[in-house]
């Protein structure tokens, strides 16, 4: 029997490398997204990929719709096995823009509602099911603007939040056999940055593109700490994913060994040791 995952928000970006991450291993992988002619493209790469895609049309914004999203997932296939929070309202442009909150556009605080709240809403209908199955895996994605500046304080605050709300549900959870993280992945070499042509790239930045993941390697270290029996252990925390992929012994899909920033960005409480036990 397949794993069924659900990533939402995989129409583009880290959200889409997940899918075809999880799809590479043979998962059921269910996805959300508001542009149905984006979420057709997903469905037909996680086929190529190896697994099977179901694909909902969701504004993860709306309560209404991800009810629905939700109810078709229990109609339909019963359960869920993972979740991957990802949907967020990122407008990237206004975010890297120069200047202090005040003087950039309001819109920037909908990823506290697109993002954090969406995060609550998501867990809010799985975990119902994964709690009747008695296990399940609960992971949203965060990143090292939880405790360093990064884009400003509507990103932070997000990222802050998510950790902070994974940390309390692990609890809710654990008596169940359920776990929730914070999953910090690095920087992303995404569908649209591998597209652009290497001059529009700023030169200092194209010089570290080398070190950047493929988003399909975050959904290999999602796969597999699934699988890690001492999943329960690591429930609550926020972990790095190229901290996972060592223990785990995973590659990113070029062949190189993804960094972690812990040292240069900051990070959270060491969960475990560089040899894979518990801390």
């Not at 078709?72 to 929070?85: C, E, K, P, S, T």
Request: with cysteine.
């Amino acid at each position: 029997m397949s794993t069924v995952a659900v990533v939402t928000g995989a129409t583009r970006g880290l959200g889409r490398g997940i899918a075809r991450g999880l799809a590479s291993k043979g998962a059921t992988v269910v996805v959300t997204g508001r542009n149905e002619d984006d979420l057709a493209a997903v469905s037909r790469e996680i086929a190529a990929a190896g697994g099977t895609a179901r694909a909902i049309a969701c504004d993860h914004g709306d309560d209404a719709q991800v009810a629905d999203a939700f109810a078709r997932i229990r109609h339909d296939l019963g359960r869920i096995d993972i979740l991957v929070n990802n949907a967020a309202a990122v407008h990237a442009q206004d975010l890297i823009a120069p200047g202090g909150f005040w003087e950039k556009p309001l819109k920037l605080v909908e990823m506290i509602d697109v993002g954090l709240r969406s995060n609550y809403v998501a867990a809010w209908h799985a975990a119902p099911m994964m709690v009747a199955a008695g296990k399940g895996l609960i992971v949203s994605i965060s990143f090292y603007g939880a405790v360093s500046y990064f884009h400003g304080p509507a990103y932070g605050a997000a990222k802050a939040g998510t950790d902070k709300m994974m940390a309390d549900m692990a609890v809710d959870l654990a008596p169940h056999g359920v776990s929730a993280v914070a999953l910090w992945p690095g920087f992303i070499l995404t569908d649209a940055v591998r597209a652009m042509p290497p001059e529009y790239i700023p030169e200092d930045l194209r010089a570290q593109l080398p070190n950047w993941e493929t988003p399909e390697f975050t959904g290999l270290v999602i796969e597999a700490l699934a699988r890690d029996p001492s999943l329960m252990a690591l429930s609550g925390q926020a972990l790095i994913g190229a901290e996972l992929g060592t223990r785990y012994g995973i590659r990113d899909t070029d062949g190189k060994q993804p960094i972690s920033y812990r040292a240069t960005m900051g990070a959270p409480a060491m969960p475990f040791s560089s040899t894979g036990a518990s801390a």
